[in-house]
């Protein structure tokens, strides 16, 4: 017999003087009386563990056949032989049910705090947070747990087509390479010995092009098989984290399980089409036509179809809002980083500013000196999203979580620092702001912003949205982490990420 099943979860040792009050849950004698006795100014009586109340209190009667079975469990030396009649050292499982500060079974959880609690937190420093049952809790967690499996199934199943699709481009590039070398020679066999010497130097660029590119898709073949592996491992975590029968396990665990990280590959691999060395080919049979010219023009030629094989091919910047629209995120506020005088919707979609300082609990991720607030998501590969905007003015944002949030420095206002970027929009002007450098930006005035990121080709493009998108500024760079969204909301002005359709 488990031990644990007849411990009183108040005292926390095996029952003496078992008794069982209405709702089902057994205690011992004394424990449930002093307890009780400590809640008349309630005028009612409350279970520690289910906090049904009792009106009028309930009569205790000693449950017999639990008290036979509690001096059963004692008779078949589980305890040790000092323990005497009370357990020496409660399960572990059972002490990280109860309340550190009021030693009460833990059955609530805080979803503002992100914390188990008792019932007597709930009373007191949890007063008017957002609480629900642990088990509530858990099946919501298990909701997203699914989710987030079927995600990593379907990436599983995308990145294996790309891996198969790279696979068949090693091949084609190689058959390319193969025979465009072996039309040269042909060609070049036919040429004098003034030009053997061209012919070598175009043998040795095509291997080298070959290999190069060889290399390339088979290097990203390779890291797409090794986040493949990763991925199946994740899977395989995320299964068995939900079988896990423990509500309190499950919710001990689910933070450091279930973070998934972004993919830092694209999702589908774009490629030219199959025609890699054939236009060296025909520039060859033009170099044997015009000799004399292959001397001074045409050589480059060569040189050049040689060099622009590329089997990745970058796809284009959109240039319609429908296009943009396709790669649109939905974009949400962490309270968590918004400053103390930001009101956020209840979306957590729109921050606006106020004069007085709110009661926000301390957090490390909290701007304490500049207004502004950071998004949840990080983003990465293609992203869109638009910010609608009144009042004095604001700024609009992307910087890498890692930026400095406590204090009134530089490195902790948007554009100030070397991890953010940040576009000012006034009632009269733009201007671009990033490592303290500021950049006038000109443009037709609009209440709402558009922001398009390519994370893997550097780009991060602000627009005006009215009518029509008007490209305000665009930045290449390199983007060496996640970043994200954000916005510093000036006195009396207010901003919000619009939820796209």
Not at 334 to 358: F, G, I, K, Q
Request: with cysteine; glycine share 4%; aromatic share 6%.
């Amino acid at each position: 017999m488990d031990p644990v099943k007849f411990s009183c979860s108040i005292c926390l040792d095996l029952l003496k003087d078992p008794v069982t009050i209405p709702c089902g849950h057994s205690y011992c004698l004394r424990c449930i009386k002093e307890h009780w006795d400590g809640e008349d100014q309630r005028r009612l009586c409350s279970c520690p563990q289910c906090r049904k109340d009792f009106i009028p209190r309930p009569v205790l009667v000693r449950n017999i056949t639990l008290a036979e079975l509690v001096e059963e469990l004692k008779k078949t030396g589980l305890q040790g032989a000092s323990a005497g009649p009370e357990l020496v050292e409660p399960s572990k499982k059972l002490q990280e049910n109860i309340c550190p500060l009021h030693d009460e079974v833990m059955k609530i959880f805080c979803r503002t705090d992100q914390k188990l609690i008792c019932y007597l937190c709930l009373m007191d420093e949890h007063q008017g947070h957002e609480t629900v049952s642990a088990a509530a809790e858990r099946a919501e967690k298990q909701k997203e747990l699914e989710a987030s499996r079927q995600q990593i199934q379907q990436r599983i199943q995308d990145q294996e087509k790309d891996v198969k699709l790279l696979q068949e481009e090693v091949e084609a590039i190689n058959v390319s390479a193969d025979q465009t070398v072996e039309d040269s020679e042909k060609i070049f066999t036919q040429l004098i010995r003034l030009v053997q010497k061209r012919s070598s130097e175009v043998k040795q660029q095509i291997r080298s092009q070959q290999e190069t590119e060889v290399s390339r898709v088979l290097e990203l073949q390779e890291k797409l098989e090794q986040e493949i592996t990763e991925l199946k491992r994740k899977v395989a975590e995320l299964e068995q984290l939900s079988h896990t029968e423990d509500h309190n396990q499950f919710l001990h665990n689910y933070q450091s399980v279930s973070a998934l990280g972004e993919s830092p590959h694209s999702s589908s691999i774009k490629v030219h089409p199959r025609r890699y060395f054939e236009d060296v080919t025909a520039a060859v049979e033009e170099l044997r036509d015009k000799l004399q010219d292959v001397l001074r023009d045409t050589w480059t030629n060569i040189s050049l179809a040689i060099t622009d094989v590329d089997v990745l091919l970058p796809e284009p910047e959109p240039k319609s809002r429908d296009e943009f629209l396709k790669y649109s995120r939905g974009i949400t506020l962490d309270p968590n980083s918004a400053h103390r005088r930001l009101v956020l919707s209840e979306e957590n979609r729109r921050a606006t500013s106020v004069e007085e300082l709110l009661s926000h609990p301390d957090h490390p991720d909290r701007f304490t000196e500049w207004w502004q607030v950071l998004s949840r998501e990080s983003l990465t590969g293609r992203c869109y999203w638009e910010v609608e905007w009144s009042g004095e003015g604001i700024f609009v944002a992307v910087a890498y979580k890692d930026m400095r949030r406590p204090g009134g420095s530089c490195e902790c206002g948007f554009g100030s620092n070397d991890t953010s970027w940040a576009l000012h929009c006034g009632t009269h002007s733009y201007g671009l702001w990033n490592n303290s450098i500021h950049t006038p930006v000109s443009g037709p005035g609009s209440s709402r912003v558009g922001v398009y990121l390519d994370h893997r080709a550097g780009v991060l493009s602000f627009y005006s949205v009215s009518g029509t998108m008007t490209l305000l500024h665009r930045v290449q760079t390199t983007f060496t982490q996640p970043l994200h969204a954000g916005v510093r909301v000036f006195n009396g002005s207010c901003a919000e990420f619009v939820k796209l359709e």
